[in-house]
């Protein structure tokens, strides 16, 4: 494969609703592209992308996938990711590396929870954003409808590049408003006849190029003076203008596909070479530790790990976007993470599960590789001099929480394992063992998202394992004040261990005075508080300690030993083993030995 250089480059992302077509126009892509030489079928089990048995079984994305197409001399990294909200991992961390995405709204369901979803992150990823409108061959299908409620979401920026001639079973036909063209689709779609566009449709067309003009105009000064001045701008000038515009996010274009029938993809491909920013036009990835770099290749080598997966009979692969400079073989990297060293020895680009060795990946472009030591998702490893570190990528929090257990004892440790390997592949999930609950807790992003955890087990693992609604987490506290003692004595031959405490609980108010008498047994007890210790307690409450020993019958050297012994103690209250909380003790006499305390 020829070797790109940075400004060769295109990184998209695809994002969109469940079943808008993400994964159907990637494969298109790559077919437009050489890549391969047939087109696969979501039904079919059989496309490029959903190569996990999950994604085959289920008919859907579950993870992201890198693909790659080569298009007009540029290569373009497209990441295909899910179109569940369950799964957004995988659209967040494509979002943070390949910052075009390409928004696949479906003609004829319009705009889904999923594409709502999508904005949310690509806007906090700063993403560059293209609708592209599928589905507009199916019977439903509403072009005028779907970009009208577009414009409602999301604002004018929403600008028409194309439009169809005719929607539903007779789409065939697109008017490029840019070219000022028409591109006329045989029955299996492929490559176009290019026409002038007919007498019917120039009126609507050349509204829709002075709105394109004017919107290309705004975003650059030089432009507008010429548009004042000449009434129009160049083809070329509208692209410059657009590509400022869409670096900016002030210019979402609108592009028609049929991606099933492989229709207006060639020339949305097109839009991406020569008008989509390179990656050395959009804002380095913030640096929080060290040097700063520049996106070209020359400087200095660095990369950012924005994913890792475990592959059958590979083991775990490692995506990268080389963010400066240009990585080889062999080369030896410092990770700033953990200050270990690693050494690249295979350099590959994907197609799904497809891999193919390159000698070399430039600045600004996406690629992988295998058999490193230790180095995991959201690191950073770069040549010594840099010493730096780019931002990790951050998550939306979970949504939904389960306990899992397996159903035999004997494969408890076998799911603390797996969920550590599944936490690696998947960072929205998160797995803590609960010691108050006494369950081992699993957060994901939904039900669906939670689900597919039990589909590994199931199938890929062979270990049965439940899901059970959390424990209650109660707390318990104290409602009148008690007296207890406490002694410890332990003789094992030479010194020993000796010491008695005495002390008084009662329940803690925020806001109430420490007692300095109580009633016990009838009879009277005055204490006096000579110090206070309030320790706000992990989970909610305060403990509050008070020294009131006098005459030195404990000396203070072993306040901090009994503090932390109560600490213990309510870590399991005696009621139901739940943490205890907001609790005022009073250390008021003991003893200790000479020798043995």
């Given amino acids: 494969m020829k070797v790109y250089k940075t400004d060769e480059i295109r990184n998209i992302t695809l994002i969109g609703n469940a079943g808008s077509g993400k994964t159907t126009l990637a494969e298109a892509m790559l077919f437009e592209g050489g890549v391969i030489n047939r087109r696969g079928d979501v039904g079919s089990k059989n496309t490029v992308s959903d190569y996990h048995l999950i994604?085959?079984?289920?008919?859907?994305?579950?993870?992201?996938?890198?693909?790659?197409?080569?298009?007009?001399?540029?290569?373009?990294?497209?990441?295909?990711?899910?179109?569940?909200?369950?799964?957004?991992?995988?659209?967040?961390?494509?979002?943070?590396?390949?910052?075009?995405?390409?928004?696949?709204?479906?003609?004829?369901?319009?705009?889904?929870?999923?594409?709502?979803?999508?904005?949310?992150?690509?806007?906090?990823?700063?993403?560059?954003?293209?609708?592209?409108?599928?589905?507009?061959?199916?019977?439903?299908?509403?072009?005028?409808?779907?970009?009208?409620?577009?414009?409602?979401?999301?604002?004018?920026?929403?600008?028409?590049?194309?439009?169809?001639?005719?929607?539903?079973?007779?789409?065939?036909?697109?008017?490029?408003?840019?070219?000022?063209?028409?591109?006329?689709?045989?029955?299996?779609?492929?490559?176009?006849?290019?026409?002038?566009?007919?007498?019917?449709?120039?009126?609507?067309?050349?509204?829709?190029?002075?709105?394109?003009?004017?919107?290309?105009?705004?975003?650059?000064?030089?432009?507008?003076?010429?548009?004042?001045?000449?009434?129009?701008?160049?083809?070329?000038?509208?692209?410059?203008?657009?590509?400022?515009?869409?670096?900016?996010?002030?210019?979402?274009?609108?592009?028609?596909?049929?991606?099933?029938?492989?229709?207006?993809?060639?020339r949305l491909l097109e839009f991406v070479c020569n008008i989509a920013p390179a990656p050395s036009e959009v804002p380095m990835r913030e640096i929080i530790q060290g040097k700063t770099v520049v996106m070209n290749e020359t400087s200095p080598t660095s990369l950012f790990v924005f994913k890792t997966s475990l592959e059958p009979h590979v083991g775990e692969v490692t995506y990268f976007k080389v963010m400066s400079g240009k990585l080889t073989e062999g080369k030896d990297l410092y990770n700033t993470f953990n200050n270990g060293k690693e050494r690249i020895s295979q350099l590959f680009v994907t197609a799904g599960k497809t891999r193919h060795a390159v000698?070399?990946?430039?600045?600004?472009?996406?690629?992988?590789?295998?058999?490193?030591?230790?180095?995991?998702?959201?690191?950073?490893?770069?040549?010594?001099?840099?010493?730096?570190?780019?931002?990790?990528?951050?998550?939306?929090?979970?949504?939904f929480r389960v306990a899992i257990k397996a159903i035999s004892e004997t494969d408890d440790e076998k799911v603390g394992e797996i969920l550590h390997r599944v936490k690696e592949e998947d960072p929205t999930y998160l797995v803590q063992y609960s010691k108050e609950l006494r369950q081992l807790i699993v957060e994901g992003q939904g039900e669906y998202h939670l689900n597919t955890l039990k589909w590994y087990f199931d199938h890929t693992h062979k270990i049965d394992i439940e899901f059970k609604a959390p424990k209650i987490p109660y707390r318990e506290t104290i409602t009148k004040f008690a007296q207890a003692d406490y002694r410890h004595k332990k003789q094992s031959g030479?010194?020993?261990?000796?010491?008695?405490?005495?002390?008084?609980?009662?329940?803690?108010?925020?806001?109430?005075?420490?007692?300095?008498m109580f009633i016990y047994n009838g009879k009277e007890m005055k204490v006096s508080v000579r110090d206070t210790q309030e320790t706000p307690l992990p989970w909610g409450g305060k403990l509050v300690f008070h020294n009131c020993i006098v005459g030195g019958s404990i000396d203070a050297r072993f306040l901090p030993a009994i503090l932390k012994g109560i600490m213990e103690k309510m870590e399991e209250g005696p009621l139901t083993g739940s943490y205890a909380r907001d609790i005022r003790v009073y250390i008021y006499d003991g003893k200790m030995h000479p020798v043995d305390s």
Avoid: W
């Fill in 494 to 516: 030479g010194s020993g261990q000796f010491g008695e405490v005495h002390m008084i609980i009662e329940p803690f108010e925020e806001g109430s005075a420490p007692k300095n």
């Fill in 55 to 266: 994604e085959q079984e289920y008919g859907n994305s579950v993870f992201s996938s890198l693909l790659y197409t080569e298009v007009n001399g540029k290569k373009i990294n497209i990441l295909d990711t899910p179109g569940m909200d369950d799964f957004c991992g995988g659209v967040v961390s494509s979002l943070q590396v390949a910052a075009l995405g390409l928004m696949v709204v479906d003609a004829s369901a319009g705009i889904g929870a999923g594409t709502e979803a999508a904005n949310r992150h690509a806007e906090a990823a700063n993403a560059k954003m293209i609708f592209v409108l599928n589905h507009l061959d199916t019977e439903n299908a509403n072009f005028d409808q779907t970009v009208d409620n577009l414009k409602t979401k999301f604002g004018n920026k929403v600008t028409i590049v194309q439009y169809p001639v005719e929607t539903g079973l007779g789409f065939n036909s697109i008017i490029d408003v840019l070219k000022m063209k028409m591109y006329k689709y045989g029955p299996d779609g492929g490559k176009p006849e290019v026409l002038e566009i007919p007498a019917s449709e120039n009126e609507h067309a050349e509204k829709l190029h002075n709105e394109l003009i004017e919107m290309a105009a705004e975003n650059e000064e030089t432009l507008m003076e010429m548009y004042f001045e000449q009434g129009s701008l160049s083809e070329d000038d509208m692209r410059k203008g657009m590509r400022i515009g869409m670096v900016k996010r002030d210019l979402f274009p609108v592009f028609c596909v049929s991606a099933k029938r492989n229709m207006g993809v060639g």
């Fill in 359 to 399: 000698s070399e990946i430039v600045a600004g472009d996406i690629g992988c590789t295998v058999k490193l030591k230790d180095t995991k998702f959201n690191q950073t490893l770069c040549e010594k001099e840099l010493d730096l570190k780019f931002a990790p990528i951050v998550f939306p929090d979970p949504k």
